[in-house]
């Protein structure tokens, strides 16, 4: 039997539910279908930044040499490394991954861990110029070897005279209490020593590329008074990135950020302030009145948040009430966005992403307002039979609701450069009204 | 330092070699693995995953199903999965996770196969050989599974002719459809069959020992190939032709006037010989075959080199005066100071790059 024929001889649909069955449910009554670790993971395209974070946008590898200067020596099996060589075929990535590959008996007994500090010790004497960081980067043998990378560390340090930092990709950890791209903050941040505070300094964490240049928020920080926002993506130097210490607050502006913040704040007594990316325009509103609030300041956005309500009805005017079907592999939470989309007066058909408890929320708004809008778990295995190219949406957000959507506009919606804010918004529309564009789309659906 | 790596990535590993053989056949496809190692085998090892919609499954272990060794689960998560997929057998593909915690292949195939009433395959790959490894285990699991399965094959009659090994992995790509063609007519003509089995189906599979005879054209399939001699007399040759994915022709003619004197081919053995085989005849030039991956001893001659360390490669090429090298382009930047030829051999399990 041909593979085309096993597709098409479908045991079943691919499960779903609607929004409003999900909302009833809640989180503690949610179908094992939505839970990932109830069932095998489907592999599909749709879902590789899930299953090999490292080969798609930010890993824990790429990640990890976030810090100016930093190489990484990955040690581990062949096969975690196999996907680096995209990497260095990124720009910059190809001189700043090294390989310690461990044989079978490593895996078994841990001898390779005796070979670690030598092996630093050539990597460092084969690079032409002194790397600030040498970030050394284990895997799930590691994990449960148990192996102490941090006093391996320290004897590497002692070799090459420059911080050697662990990096863990422990993918076996992934929905643990510190998944690897939770630990992979803080490790980014663990260099930074203690520096006179500038009560005129911010620090920006949670995202490895910088914001979009016009976001809002830069301009609200200085009309409080900030000179130096500092990003660990647009630190020019080891020096600079060092200089992050010297902040007054650190904002978090992605919650996988939560540990390294709170590890600034009791290694070096800077406290942070959590924001989140919306697209509910008044929800960004809000957000920014409480952290006003939380500063003493008032916060004047009002004609951000015009321009962007404009902007939307813009859109909304021009392209009419389009269905969208979104999906998680993109820059925004596919809930969020989804009760986004609808208060705008858009309709979503279909959702592509795994709850959490913290999305009932926006499920429960997306209920009130589009009870049937399809719920579809990527990684549940009936995925298999999900009818790509069906027309259920114009147009579709994020790589994986365009895996599912070849036909439909697609806006992948995922650069590394990070939305945010009433900025963000815009953005996002402009990026959809582009793809809507290019593709055609307003010709031959709109004006006839 | 052994296993060290500075300059090129690591090479494709043994389990996406035993996914490639899988990939394309109507079976419910687990790796045993937290994610990451089933990401790195479709997103990066195997090119036909991203036009396909092959049943490749995670395990999707977490650190507490590792430590508790929790195969009960495992069995679990597979036997549900077999209730709503439509699969004709299980394959499971080891990693360094179950390698580690020494999981039972055996005692958890008989589990899976009690629970499911399905054929099962397990493959104790580790992730830390080469992919011929996983392709020469996956393979003889295979044949083993379809011919087995089926019976002992009768008298066919059928003058047909088989094709074993042909993966992307071994080679430069996923063929298209149109070059599979064109391989099984050229195979065809050159055997005077009646038809060409490149065993992408199960059927085929079957008939993997009625052939009237396997061409084996990776050294991967050497073991599945000689099981089907021993068991049940099929006969095999080794034989792969490099235009499959070599313009040689055009590249001889295109370097008639200065024709090589010293070559070094670098590839999977079987493909390497073959283009040694034409250089030979046409340059009289000597050239010596080395190969990242397993080789078989038989068709080995004097200065055939079996390559596992960066630096072996560098100082072969430093010391061994060649003027033209055959081999994946990615191989170049770990000798930059080598000032000869260099034909570019892509290879899938090295670079993984897509050619056109």
Same mark, same amino acid.
Request: charged share 25%.
């Given at each position: 039997?041909?593979?085309?024929?096993?597709?098409?001889?479908?045991?079943?649909?691919?499960?779903?539910?609607?929004?409003?069955?999900?909302?009833?449910?809640?989180?503690?009554?949610?179908?094992?279908?939505?839970?990932?670790?109830?069932?095998?993971?489907?592999?599909?395209?749709?879902?590789?930044?899930?299953?090999?974070?490292?080969?798609?946008?930010?890993?824990?590898?790429?990640?990890? !040499?976030?810090?100016?200067?930093?190489?990484? !020596?990955?040690?581990?099996?062949?096969?975690?490394?196999?996907?680096?060589?995209?990497?260095?075929?990124?720009?910059?990535?190809?001189?700043?991954?090294?390989?310690?590959?461990?044989?079978?008996?490593?895996?078994?007994?841990?001898?390779?861990?005796?070979?670690?500090?030598?092996?630093?010790?050539?990597?460092?004497?084969?690079?032409?110029?002194?790397?600030?960081?040498?970030?050394?980067?284990?895997?799930?043998?590691?994990?449960?070897?148990?192996?102490?990378?941090?006093?391996?560390?320290?004897?590497?340090?002692?070799?090459?005279?420059?911080?050697?930092?662990?990096?863990?990709?422990?993918?076996?950890?992934?929905?643990?209490?510190?998944?690897?791209?939770?630990?992979?903050?803080?490790?980014?941040?663990?260099?930074?020593?203690?520096?006179?505070?500038?009560?005129?300094?911010?620090?920006?964490?949670?995202?490895?590329?910088? !914001?979009?240049?016009?976001?809002?928020?830069?301009?609200?920080?200085?009309?409080?008074?900030?000179?130096?926002?500092?990003?660990?993506?647009?630190?020019?130097?080891?020096?600079?990135?060092?200089?992050?210490?010297?902040?007054?607050?650190?904002?978090?502006?992605?919650?996988?950020?939560?540990?390294?913040?709170?590890?600034?704040?009791?290694?070096?007594?800077?406290?942070?302030?959590?924001?989140?990316?919306?697209?509910?325009?008044?929800?960004?509103?809000?957000?920014?009145?409480?952290?006003?609030?939380?500063?003493?300041?008032?916060?004047?956005?009002?004609?951000?948040?015009?321009?962007?309500?404009?902007?939307?009805?813009?859109?909304?005017?021009?392209?009419?009430?389009?269905?969208?079907?979104?999906?998680?592999?993109?820059?925004?939470?596919?809930?969020?966005?989804?009760?986004?989309?609808?208060?705008?007066?858009?309709?979503?058909?279909?959702?592509?992403?795994?709850?959490?408890?913290?999305?009932?929320?926006?499920?429960?708004?997306?209920?009130?307002?589009?009870?049937?809008?399809?719920?579809?778990?990527?990684?549940?295995?009936?995925?298999?039979?999900?009818?790509?190219?069906?027309?259920?949406?114009?147009?579709?957000?994020?790589?994986?609701?365009?895996?599912?959507?070849?036909?439909?506009?697609?806006?992948?919606?995922?650069?590394?450069?990070?939305?945010?804010?009433?900025?963000?918004?815009?953005?996002?529309?402009?990026?959809?009204?582009?793809?809507?564009?290019?593709?055609?789309?307003?010709?031959?659906?709109?004006?006839? | 330092?052994?296993?060290?790596?500075?300059?090129?990535?690591?090479?494709?590993?043994?389990?996406?070699?035993?996914?490639?053989?899988?990939?394309?056949?109507?079976?419910?496809?687990?790796?045993?693995?937290?994610?990451?190692?089933?990401?790195?085998?479709?997103?990066?090892?195997?090119?036909?995953?991203?036009?396909?919609?092959?049943?490749?499954?995670?395990?999707?272990?977490?650190?507490?199903?590792?430590?508790?060794?929790?195969?009960?689960?495992?069995?679990?998560?597979?036997?549900?999965?077999?209730?709503?997929?439509?699969?004709?057998?299980?394959?499971?593909?080891?990693?360094?996770?179950?390698?580690?915690?020494?999981?039972?292949?055996?005692?958890?195939?008989?589990?899976?196969?009690?629970?499911?009433?399905?054929?099962?395959?397990?493959?104790?790959?580790?992730?830390?050989?080469?992919?011929?490894?996983?392709?020469?285990?996956?393979?003889?699991?295979?044949?083993?599974?379809?011919?087995?399965?089926?019976?002992?094959?009768?008298? &066919?009659?059928?003058?047909?002719?088989?094709?074993?090994?042909?993966?992307?992995?071994?080679?430069?790509?996923?063929?298209?459809?149109?070059?599979?063609? &064109?391989?099984?007519?050229?195979?065809?003509?050159?055997?005077?069959?009646?038809?060409?089995?490149?065993?992408?189906?199960?059927?085929?599979?079957?008939?993997?020992?009625?052939?009237?005879?396997?061409?084996?054209?990776?050294?991967?399939?050497?073991?599945?190939?000689?099981?089907?001699?021993?068991?049940?007399?099929?006969?095999?040759?080794?034989?792969?032709?490099?235009?499959?994915?070599?313009?040689?022709?055009?590249?001889?003619?295109?370097?008639?006037?200065?024709?090589?004197?010293?070559?070094?081919?670098?590839?999977?053995?079987?493909?390497?010989?073959?283009?040694?085989?034409?250089?030979?005849?046409?340059?009289?030039?000597?050239?010596?075959?080395?190969?990242?991956?397993?080789?078989?001893?038989?068709?080995?001659?004097?200065?055939?080199?079996?390559?596992?360390?960066?630096?072996?490669?560098?100082?072969?090429?430093?010391?061994?005066?060649?003027?033209?090298?055959?081999?994946?382009?990615?191989?170049?930047?770990?000798?930059?100071?080598?000032?000869?030829?260099?034909?570019?051999?892509?290879?899938?399990?090295?670079?993984?790059?897509?050619?056109?």
């Amino acid at each position: 039997m041909m593979r085309e024929e096993f597709t098409e001889s479908r045991a079943g649909d691919a499960y779903s539910i609607s929004a409003a069955a999900l909302a009833e449910a809640g989180f503690a009554g949610m179908p094992e279908q939505l839970i990932s670790n109830r069932h095998l993971i489907y592999s599909s395209p749709a879902t590789l930044a899930f299953n090999s974070p490292g080969a798609q946008g930010f890993g824990v590898k790429r990640a990890g !040499l976030s810090i100016p200067g930093s190489v990484m !020596l990955l040690v581990a099996p062949a096969c975690c490394g196999r996907n680096t060589t995209i990497l260095t075929e990124l720009g910059g990535y190809g001189e700043r991954f090294f390989y310690l590959m461990m044989d079978d008996t490593d895996i078994v007994t841990g001898r390779h861990m005796n070979r670690i500090p030598q092996a630093v010790k050539e990597v460092y004497d084969h690079l032409s110029g002194a790397p600030s960081v040498i970030m050394i980067c284990i895997t799930c043998v590691d994990a449960l070897l148990g192996t102490d990378m941090e006093r391996i560390c320290r004897k590497a340090e002692g070799l090459v005279g420059i911080p050697v930092l662990p990096c863990y990709m422990y993918a076996l950890t992934r929905e643990g209490r510190k998944p690897p791209m939770v630990h992979v903050r803080q490790t980014l941040y663990s260099l930074l020593q203690p520096l006179p505070k500038k009560s005129t300094s911010v620090n920006l964490l949670g995202h490895f590329a910088p !914001l979009i240049d016009d976001c809002e928020l830069y301009e609200i920080l200085r009309n409080m008074g900030v000179r130096k926002i500092r990003e660990i993506s647009r630190c020019g130097s080891y020096e600079e990135y060092l200089q992050m210490a010297e902040a007054n607050f650190n904002l978090v502006l992605d919650p996988e950020a939560r540990f390294a913040a709170e590890d600034l704040r009791k290694r070096l007594e800077i406290p942070s302030i959590e924001l989140r990316r919306l697209y509910q325009i008044d929800k960004i509103q809000h957000q920014y009145r409480l952290f006003g609030a939380a500063l003493g300041e008032t916060i004047q956005d009002e004609t951000w948040y015009e321009e962007t309500k404009k902007a939307v009805e813009s859109f909304r005017n021009t392209w009419g009430p389009l269905r969208f079907a979104v999906g998680e592999g993109c820059n925004a939470n596919a809930f969020e966005l989804s009760a986004a989309l609808l208060s705008y007066g858009f309709a979503v058909t279909e959702i592509f992403a795994d709850p959490s408890e913290e999305d009932f929320i926006y499920i429960r708004r997306i209920a009130a307002v589009s009870p049937d809008t399809r719920i579809y778990s990527n990684l549940e295995p009936t995925m298999l039979y999900y009818d790509i190219g069906n027309e259920a949406a114009d147009i579709v957000i994020g790589k994986d609701a365009g895996y599912y959507h070849p036909d439909s506009v697609r806006v992948e919606w995922s650069d590394d450069t990070a939305p945010f804010g009433y900025a963000g918004v815009r953005l996002f529309f402009r990026t959809c009204e582009q793809a809507l564009r290019e593709s055609g789309w307003h010709r031959e659906e709109v004006k006839e | 330092m052994k296993g060290l790596r500075l300059v090129i990535p690591p090479f494709a590993p043994d389990q996406s070699g035993a996914a490639g053989v899988f990939c394309m056949l109507p079976g419910l496809i687990v790796i045993l693995d937290a994610g990451g190692c089933a990401g790195n085998i479709c997103g990066f090892d195997e090119p036909r995953w991203f036009g396909s919609r092959s049943a490749i499954f995670s395990a999707g272990l977490r650190d507490m199903d590792a430590i508790l060794g929790r195969d009960d689960k495992l069995v679990e998560k597979i036997a549900k999965a077999c209730e709503k997929i439509r699969a004709s057998f299980v394959a499971v593909i080891g990693t360094p996770v179950p390698a580690v915690i020494a999981t039972d292949y055996r005692a958890v195939g008989r589990m899976i196969r009690k629970k499911t009433g399905l054929p099962v395959m397990m493959v104790n790959t580790d992730g830390t050989a080469g992919y011929d490894e996983g392709e020469k285990k996956a393979w003889k699991e295979l044949v083993r599974l379809a011919v087995e399965e089926t019976g002992e094959p009768a008298e &066919s009659g059928r003058n047909a002719v088989g094709i074993l090994g042909l993966t992307p992995l071994s080679f430069h790509r996923a063929f298209s459809g149109e070059e599979l063609e &064109s391989i099984k007519a050229g195979v065809q003509q050159r055997e005077g069959c009646d038809s060409v089995y490149i065993y992408t189906a199960i059927d085929e599979m079957e008939t993997a020992a009625l052939v009237r005879k396997n061409l084996v054209v990776s050294p991967s399939a050497i073991p599945a190939a000689e099981y089907l001699k021993e068991r049940y007399g099929t006969p095999y040759e080794i034989w792969c032709d490099p235009e499959w994915i070599l313009p040689l022709e055009e590249k001889l003619q295109a370097a008639a006037e200065h024709p090589p004197k010293r070559v070094l081919v670098v590839h999977q053995q079987v493909l390497a010989c073959g283009i040694r085989n034409i250089l030979r005849d046409r340059t009289g030039a000597a050239v010596d075959v080395a190969s990242w991956f397993g080789m078989e001893p038989s068709l080995q001659e004097p200065g055939d080199r079996v390559l596992r360390e960066e630096e072996e490669w560098m100082s072969l090429v430093r010391e061994g005066g060649y003027d033209l090298i055959v081999a994946d382009q990615l191989l170049a930047r770990a000798v930059p100071e080598y000032a000869g030829a260099w034909w570019d051999l892509p290879h899938f399990a090295l670079s993984g790059r897509l050619q056109p």
